[in-house]
């Protein structure tokens, strides 16, 4: 029997303990390009150990509700910031760790025009957008060594529905 994940919209408050929500709330830091374009500066760590940040794409199926949720990962050597390139939602899901296992997963679902930045060593589910074309603009660790753990779950638990 699965236990029933709830699924919240994602906010910056919420979401801080996992890492940074990428949009462009709020004024802008500066204005840019003959006044034509607001910067949002600075807006996520990117936390590198070992390597270098790389930017590669990424172009996954998209799932449809109720999810089963069987597996989360996480990156001990950098965080993982995910940039969609449509304005769809997708789902966000974390957890806590709990002596070096997740705890409780959360679920969230982004607004079109957010994108999220793992800290590193936050335990995450895998990208799971649910629209096409599921393609996203990834900036993640590039470098030598085993940056990948996984948990399976004794029991799944279900997304939505």
């Given at each position: 029997?699965?236990t029933?994940?709830?699924?919240?919209p994602?906010t910056?408050?919420l979401?801080?303990?996992?890492?940074?929500?990428?949009?462009?709330s709020g004024?802008?830091?500066?204005?840019?390009?003959?006044?034509?374009?607001?910067?949002?500066h600075d807006?996520?760590n990117?936390?590198?150990?070992d390597?270098?940040?790389?930017?590669?794409l990424?172009?996954?199926?998209p799932r449809?509700?109720?999810?089963?949720?069987?597996?989360?990962?996480?990156?001990p050597?950098?965080?993982q910031a995910?940039?969609p390139?449509?304005?769809?939602?997708f789902?966000?899901?974390?957890?806590?760790?709990?002596?070096?296992?997740?705890?409780r997963?959360?679920?969230?679902?982004?607004?079109?025009?957010?994108?999220?930045n793992?800290?590193?060593?936050?335990?995450?589910?895998?990208?799971t957008?649910l629209?096409e074309?599921?393609?996203?603009?990834?900036?993640?660790?590039i470098g030598q060594?085993?940056?990948l753990q996984?948990?399976?779950?004794?029991?799944?638990?279900?997304?939505?529905?």
């Amino acid at each position: 029997m699965s236990t029933q994940l709830p699924i919240t919209p994602l906010t910056a408050e919420l979401f801080a303990p996992y890492g940074d929500v990428l949009d462009v709330s709020g004024a802008p830091d500066k204005i840019i390009n003959q006044g034509l374009c607001g910067r949002y500066h600075d807006r996520a760590n990117l936390d590198i150990v070992d390597g270098r940040a790389g930017i590669s794409l990424f172009k996954a199926q998209p799932r449809t509700l109720p999810i089963t949720l069987d597996m989360v990962e996480r990156h001990p050597q950098g965080s993982q910031a995910f940039l969609p390139m449509s304005h769809d939602p997708f789902i966000v899901v974390v957890a806590p760790d709990q002596n070096g296992i997740p705890g409780r997963p959360q679920v969230f679902i982004t607004q079109a025009g957010q994108g999220i930045n793992f800290h590193r060593g936050t335990w995450h589910g895998v990208l799971t957008p649910l629209h096409e074309p599921g393609l996203f603009a990834v900036v993640d660790r590039i470098g030598q060594g085993a940056n990948l753990q996984e948990h399976w779950f004794d029991t799944p638990y279900l997304i939505g529905e």
